[in-house]
């Protein structure tokens, strides 16, 4: 959504814009660039506002990735989930590798911790399983993870 008045062509202001969004939460360089860019900035005043804002230690990529995985992965998502999250995000690869790094999460455990969550109890047929699996997929576990965490509940009730 463009603004219809007059393009702003003021480093200064697109600051203290870029400034009171990021006082909201964490935002990527690309979320923010186009969030200014919707407000009716040029990119010749974006580009020296979000350096101000990259010395000054307010806009962090490797501190946005890492906020947006720990919460992600709170909520029970798999890496591949958070992974395309932060592609989509303008993160770059080695961002987002040093994010789920540091995450130090136990993926397996992670999906069968979503599963238990989700199902009131294990799998016992094997569409059960598929159910089960299909859905640890689109909260973003890797099939091989998925599939350890659905046969790790299983054993544990036989």
Not at 49 to 56: S, V, Y
């Amino acid at each position: 959504m463009q603004s219809r008045s007059a393009p702003k062509d003021e480093p200064e202001e697109a600051h203290a814009a870029g400034l009171r969004l990021l006082a909201r939460r964490e935002h990527s360089t690309l979320e923010l660039t186009r969030k200014l860019k919707q407000r009716g900035f040029t990119v010749a005043s974006i580009e020296p506002a979000l350096e101000q804002l990259r010395e000054a230690g307010y806009l962090s990529d490797a501190r946005f990735a890492g906020s947006l995985a720990r919460h992600r992965a709170a909520q029970g998502y798999g890496d591949l989930r958070i992974r395309a999250e932060l592609g989509q995000h303008g993160m770059k690869q080695v961002l987002v590798d040093q994010a789920l790094a540091e995450l130090g999460v136990d993926w397996r455990a992670q999906a069968l911790a979503q599963a238990r969550r989700h199902f009131a109890e294990a799998p016992e047929t094997s569409a059960a399983r598929a159910r089960m699996l299909r859905h640890l997929a689109q909260r973003g576990f890797a099939s091989s993870v998925a599939r350890a965490a659905v046969a790790e509940w299983s054993k544990s009730v036989q």
